[in-house]
């Protein structure tokens, strides 16, 4: 009986992939003959693993920092490569990504689907718009969105924050999250929680 085949998700905060990581994926995917897909959460998907090379894979890259997809964790946010990287960029996102995972990257038992991400400018390429928290830069500070969704019936996120400070926008997320969790069972996208009369924001 052939072995059966997993993926191993390697989670890039940023979007970023470290060159020694890159490494390894390419040498495991060479003697393994693995798929590498790129997904659109930004992540790295390594294909048809074998279950038995799973804890191997993890095992090697997790000394260089890596982290794997896994139920309960932090949503890592999808982020625009933003400045200097891009010409429209009003900032680079790198470090409010960095401060969003410093702040609540620790928290367990986040419920599922839950998805965050920052856009460096308002053409919102990571799709602030369409995801269930988003963070924009603008001349004026963060704006903030949420109950934005992709998927087969889209929704465009209410903007609930205007020229925000980055501590306003991290406070926000944690409020936020702390509501998704109260009112969710397993999983829950936010969009349904916005017309809820405890919703701890209103649409600026
Ligand atoms: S959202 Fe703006 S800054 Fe970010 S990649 Fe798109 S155009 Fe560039």
């Known amino acids: 009986m052939s072995e059966k085949k997993m993926s191993v998700t390697v989670l890039l905060p940023a979007g970023r992939l470290p060159l020694e990581i890159m490494g390894r994926i390419h040498g495991f995917a060479m003697k393994y003959d693995l798929g590498v897909y790129c997904s659109t959460a930004q992540n790295l998907r390594l294909l048809e693993v074998p279950e038995s090379k799973v804890q191997e894979i993890k095992d090697?890259?997790?000394?260089?920092?890596?982290?794997?997809?896994?139920?309960?964790?932090?949503?890592?946010p999808r982020v625009c490569v933003g400045s200097p990287h891009c010409n429209l960029a009003l900032i680079d996102m790198v470090p409010l990504?960095?401060?969003?995972?410093?702040?609540?990257?620790?928290?367990?038992?986040?419920?599922?689907?839950l998805k965050i991400a920052l856009s460096a400018c308002p053409l919102c390429c990571s799709g602030v718009k369409t995801t269930d928290i988003g963070v924009v830069a603008t001349k004026n500070?963060?704006?903030?969105?949420?109950?934005?969704?992709?998927?087969p019936f889209p929704k465009i996120g209410r903007r609930m924050l205007r020229e925000a400070t980055e501590e306003e926008i991290l406070a926000a997320i944690g409020v936020l999250v702390d509501f998704h969790?109260?009112?969710?069972?397993?999983?829950?996208?936010?969009?349904?929680?916005?017309?809820?009369?405890?919703?701890?924001?209103?649409?600026?």
């Open 141 to 151: 500070g963060f704006e903030l969105f949420v109950g934005g969704k992709g998927g």
């Open 181 to 204: 969790d109260l009112k969710t069972v397993t999983k829950q996208r936010m969009y349904k929680l916005l017309d809820d009369p405890a919703f701890p924001f209103t649409e600026v």
């Open 97 to 113: 990504n960095s401060a969003v995972m410093a702040r609540f990257g620790d928290r367990k038992n986040v419920k599922a689907k």
């Open 60 to 76: 090697d890259l997790t000394p260089l920092g890596a982290d794997f997809k896994g139920p309960g964790k932090f949503p890592l």
